[in-house]
């Protein structure tokens, strides 16, 4: 189980896949982006959030417990897809689901995001390619191992470092 931390769903418990499938942000991470996003938009009313490699569906369920009007989850494994599901609909909510590779869904969507999270598998090397396929100029939030280095030419807004996990803001 895993808990929502912020918002009208605050408290609220979520299931998990397996660990072997996905691993769900720390509690303290979600707190540190959601926290860094309000000090940079704000009001999230009207914003959209895409959560690529949705894992639990975790990030877009704080999203919308925070206030934002529309969000996207990308997950291709279909055990995934299933628990992101319930977890939605425990709450009452029609999730947005995009049940592919999120490669495919940044070459094929033509929608602009005002936030996308990229969480892909540490060691997957596919950092850059989500970078080169991201349309408009969306806030990027990239949770990545310490030993990762993100090579793109958007500009780092900043870091932020939680025991060898790290989140890193980017923006055009």
Known sequence: MIIITGGEYKGRKMF???ENITRPTLSKVRMGVFNTLFSMLGDWEE?????LFGGSG??????ISRGFSEVTVCEKNPKAVQIIKKNYETLGLNPNIYPNDSLKFLKNNEKFFDVIYVDPPYQSGIYEDVFNLIKGNPIIIA?????VNIDTNIPLLKTKNYGGKCV?????
Do not use: W
């Not at 914003?47 to 959560?51: H, I, T, W």
């Open 16 to 18: 998990v896949p397996d």
């Open 168 to 172: 890193s803001f980017y923006m055009r």
């Open 143 to 147: 949770e990545h191992s310490s030993e």
């Open 47 to 51: 914003k959209s959030f895409l959560d």
């Open 58 to 63: 975790i990030m877009g369920l704080e999203a």
